[in-house]
């Protein structure tokens, strides 16, 4: 099922079409754009780009940020903590990308 009706990479409308996909679609979307535009894809941006939606909802002195921020965190990680956090449709929303990464989902989904 073709998802993406895009001819240049654009994080912004891929971003869009992830969010608004069921999430049973989710990771196939992105695994079409990994196929349609290959090692100029990273679907570790569209990770990026929830926790800079979940950033602009915070305040400055936000504990949050240390979350959010972090270096050292892995992806799972931070999901667990913005779940907890009570950002839990972002922490689910950040799921298939994280499979899409290849990288170890913490048994978040």
């Known amino acids: 099922m073709p998802f993406l009706k895009i001819k240049k990479l654009d994080y912004g409308k891929i971003?869009?079409?992830y969010k608004?996909?069921?999430y049973s679609d989710k990771q196939a979307l992105l695994r079409e754009a990994d196929e349609k535009f290959g090692l100029d894809f990273d679907p570790e941006e569209i990770?990026?780009?929830i926790i800079d939606e979940i950033n602009e909802k915070l305040s400055d002195d936000d504990e949050l940020l240390e979350v959010t921020k972090s270096l050292y965190l892995k992806w799972h990680e931070i999901a667990g903590k913005l779940k907890a956090a009570g950002f839990s449709e972002q922490a689910k929303l950040m799921v298939p990308a994280i499979k899409e990464c290849g990288y170890?989902?913490?048994?978040l989904g």
């Open 20 to 22: 608004l996909a069921p």
């Open 15 to 17: 971003f869009s079409a």
């Open 104 to 107: 170890d989902t913490g048994g």
């Open 47 to 49: 990770l990026e780009m």
